[in-house]
């Protein structure tokens, strides 16, 4: 089964989506995700430029061979664009192997751990009220665990709080520069608390919340927050520092209980690393797309698994289908799952687009039974929908510094 040509499709069927096509010269085709939010064009050139023409005449097998080759050969390792081009190459490896044999992708991993993934939703809200009822219309449509994010008074267009427009927040600006958002510590700390008190208050402690700090605070402030969140029980904080020093994670975790989730930017398992070795962490978010597609993804999870740490993939919606199919069948087949993000697709034209094996039914997603991730990807109707530069938005305190996000 030789790699006879790579190609890359870039697309805008309500979010922009990099999408890798491997086709091999026994007639197979294999799909994955190689999206990298507001820098995808650079990784369409890595893997045009520079990864196809070493793959071609290659054995679509080899998907470990093909890794390391890609990873210790480009003598430049690690980092987003490097690994989010691995992972489009990877995941569609993985599809190719798993049509080959005739059998689903994590029947290669293993076989199921569980018969259905765990999800969590967003409610967002411009008001507490205005969350709360969104976090009732959610449970109302079975999810058992749902992430809470609500405008901080004072501060216009807070993280999270477009969530229920089309557009979801990147895509809000009508220029297409990164819109600015303010931020400010004392007001956020301040409020919070107040957030997740209220929602206890009205639906008690069934439902598992989270919250999404997104890199805002400092690793004290961070212990303030996750300790003053601790009567009200979160499934986990997540995000709550940068993690350039994963020992930063350590003091967080010296001052509360509160259970710590971290990851949906990191590349490789390297960024884990010591936070799982030290289990300063609780779960681990990095994601298949950006985080070197299923080969690492299954050694992160296996790493995480000695040390207690769950998995709890990043599932926004900027990871196309292909990418959310990827995890999937590794959700479904790792021991140490813990749960999934996930807030639907979209519906269409993202359907017509990819057609995908996953269905949503009260809190959990179902994965059918096809060869490879199961995806299949429409290249007629999404070269309907041409790519459109999008930027996330950037954060600044009052005084205009710019700030962590
Ligand atoms: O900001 O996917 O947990 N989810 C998140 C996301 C990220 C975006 C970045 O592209 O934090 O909404
Ligand atoms: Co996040």
Redesign the pocket.
């Known amino acids: 089964m030789k790699i006879s040509e790579i190609k890359v499709f870039v697309n805008c069927p309500g979010r922009n989506f990099v999408t890798v096509k491997i086709e091999t010269d026994n007639g197979l085709v294999g799909l994955g995700d190689a999206t990298l ?2 820098r995808e064009l650079a990784v369409v050139a890595y893997i045009e430029k520079h990864i196809a023409p070493c793959l071609i005449g290659k054995d679509a097998h080899q998907i470990e061979d093909i890794w390391q080759y890609l990873y210790k050969g480009a003598y430049w390792r690690k980092g987003p664009i490097t690994m989010t081009a691995i992972a489009g190459i990877d995941i569609a490896l993985w599809d190719l192997k798993g049509k080959a044999a005739g059998l689903p992708v994590y029947q290669l991993l293993g076989g199921k751990s569980r018969a259905k993934i765990k999800v969590y939703g967003h409610a967002n809200g411009n008001t507490i009220e205005e969350t709360l009822n969104h976090l009732g219309q959610l449970i109302d449509l079975g999810y058992k665990a749902v ?1 809470l994010q609500c405008a901080i008074p004072g501060l216009e267009g807070t ?2 709080t477009l969530a229920g427009k089309k557009d979801y ?2 895509l809000q600006s009508s220029r297409s520069l990164p819109p600015e958002q303010p931020w400010d510590t004392t007001k956020y700390l301040n409020f919070i608390p107040t957030l997740f008190q209220k929602a206890r208050e009205k639906y008690g402690y069934d439902i598992e919340l989270t919250h ?1 700090v ?1 890199s805002r605070l400092t690793p004290i402030e961070a212990a303030r927050l996750a300790k003053e969140l601790e009567p009200y029980r979160l499934l986990f904080l ?2 709550a520092i940068p993690s350039e020093n994963q020992a930063d994670f350590t003091l967080i975790r010296q001052h509360t209980i509160t259970p710590l989730a971290v990851g ?1 930017v990191y590349n490789t398992i390297w960024d884990s690393k010591e936070l799982i070795t030290s289990q300063a962490i609780d779960y681990l ?1 990095s994601a298949a797309t950006h985080s070197g597609g299923i080969t690492s993804m299954r050694r992160q999870a296996d790493l995480a698994s000695l040390y207690k740490v769950r998995t709890a993939p ?1 599932g ?1 919606p ?2 196309s289908p292909i990418g959310h199919a990827a995890h999937a069948h590794l959700n479904i087949w790792a021991p140490n799952f813990g749960i999934q ?1 996930f807030i639907g697709f979209g519906g269409e034209p993202m359907n017509q687009v990819f057609r995908h094996p996953l269905t949503f039914e009260a809190g959990y997603l179902y994965l059918d039974d096809q060869p490879g991730i199961g995806v299949e990807f429409d290249e007629v109707e999404a070269s309907r929908y041409p790519y459109k530069r999008s930027y ?1 938005p950037v954060s600044r305190l009052e005084d205009g510094t710019l700030w962590d996000w």
């Open positions: 939010n507001g992430r993280y999270g927040y990147e999404d997104h997540e995000d949906e978010r990043h926004p900027d990871i993000e996330l």
